[in-house]
């Protein structure tokens, strides 16, 4: 009985020593491969092109992993926009940033409807679909201080067509005469057209 209860023991100690071998092998292959304690601070990448961060040393410290594309007239294009995680945090080594690209060929939308809208309208109405306010004219017309024409490079261009994002659409406002020709009105003919009929 003596004996079985040493062996049994015995095997009980080399168990538990077994164990004790085994859990810090896992542990220091589980630090091996997550690289724990090897941390890094994460660099600032906005506004770099990517073919410029194999100079750099980046991609042995990051995996980089580009997921999205954005339009930005203010920023180069093909040029990181955005980063995730943010520059200046700390991460393990080999830790995946995700990249938001400027897009080298500009995103197309579809042109809004501007008639009859007031001109500040007109403006925020284009701003919100990514286009710019070109030229205004004020024509004669009856529709005073409203769209009356909207134009692309001198040409009217309908709602719905699609267009460029960052393009300059030209608008022509109403300045409330009766006329509804849709042409420039001469500001300075007018006035001494009727400064001229006021004297008879």
Known sequence: MSIFKSI???NLI???????VLTVIIGQLLKIYTHHSETVVVPNLIGSMPVDLDSKNIKDDFELV???SVFDLNKPKGSIAFQEPPSNSVVKRHRT????????TPEQVRMPDLSDLTLRQASAVLETYGL?????????????????????????????DWILKGSAI???????AGDIDGGITNTKNDSNSTAAEDSL
Do not use: C, E, P
């Open 66 to 68: 580009v997921i999205d």
């Open 132 to 160: 710019k306010t070109g030229r205004i004219d004020y024509v004669a017309n009856i529709a005073k201080n409203a769209v009356v024409r909207q134009l692309f490079k001198g040409r009217d261009f309908k709602s719905g």
């Open 97 to 104: 940033i995700y990249l938001t690209l400027v897009a080298t």
């Open 8 to 10: 049994l023991i015995k």
């Open 170 to 176: 030209d608008l022509k406002i109403g300045n409330g």
């Open 14 to 20: 080399i168990a538990v020593i077994v164990t004790i």
